[in-house]
Structure formats: C-alpha cells, structure tokens
C-alpha cells in the first residue's frame, strides 16, 4: 500500500487542522489495514499519536492528544484523517501515517508502510 499524507501547515495555538492520509492498495483491501498516525519533532524520537484498527472498534490515542485530536477512517475513499483541535507549540512535528496489514500497534516498527510526512507547525 502507498500513502500520501496532507494537511499539514501553520497555524496558531488553539488552531485546528485536519490531516488526510490517502492510501492506494494493490490487491488487499483498504479494511484489511490498521492504520496509525505518528510524529516526530525535531531532535526528538518518532512517537505515536493515534491508531484505528483494522477490524474496528475505537481509535487508540496518546495521553496527550486525548479529547484535542480524532481519527477517523473511511474505508470506501481509502482515506484516513486526523483532526487536531485545541493545537499546542508542543504538536509541532513531521506527522507521518502508517499501514500495518494486522492488528493495530502504538510500535511504530510493527507498521510496514509509510506515507511521506507533513509538516505541522504551531505557533504560541
């Protein structure tokens, strides 16, 4: 599966953006995927901010975007989406989607396939 991730910008704190991650499969089904949303700041480890299963069920969030970020996937448009409310200097990050053709994880070795990262930038 290919992804392509999208959304990111500058915004300011309290702002609001809404990531797309659009993935292209060949073969498999979209719905056969667990897909995870993770970021990575400067000087700082990749971490993991959000994941929604492949087979369902409630989206997995860290601590620190709980009640501010939603994941949400729509299988029928191969798309996944992450909208990031209430933004914080500290979201500032490359934030990168991930497929794993599996079970959902917060590892990020566990995911095989990766889109190529956008940039979200919030100022105080």
């Known amino acids: 599966v290919q992804l392509q991730a999208s959304g990111g910008g500058l915004v300011q704190a309290g702002g609001s953006l809404r990531l797309s991650c659009a993935a292209s499969?060949?073969?498999?089904?979209?719905?056969?995927?667990?897909i995870g949303w993770f970021r990575q700041a400067p000087g700082k480890k990749r971490e993991f901010v959000a994941a929604?299963?492949?087979?369902?069920?409630?989206?997995l969030y860290t601590d620190s975007v709980k009640g501010r970020f939603t994941m949400s996937k729509v299988n029928d448009k191969n798309t996944v989406y992450l909208q990031m409310s209430s933004l914080k200097p500290e979201d500032t990050a490359v934030y990168y989607c991930?497929?794993?053709?599996?079970?959902?994880?917060?590892?990020?070795?566990?995911?095989?396939?990766w889109g190529q990262g956008t940039q979200v930038t919030v100022s105080s």
């Open positions: 991930a497929a794993r053709w599996g079970d959902v994880s917060i590892t990020d070795h566990f995911y095989e396939n």
């Open positions: 499969t060949s073969g498999r089904s979209f719905t056969d995927y667990s």
């Open positions: 929604i299963s492949r087979i369902g069920g409630g989206p």
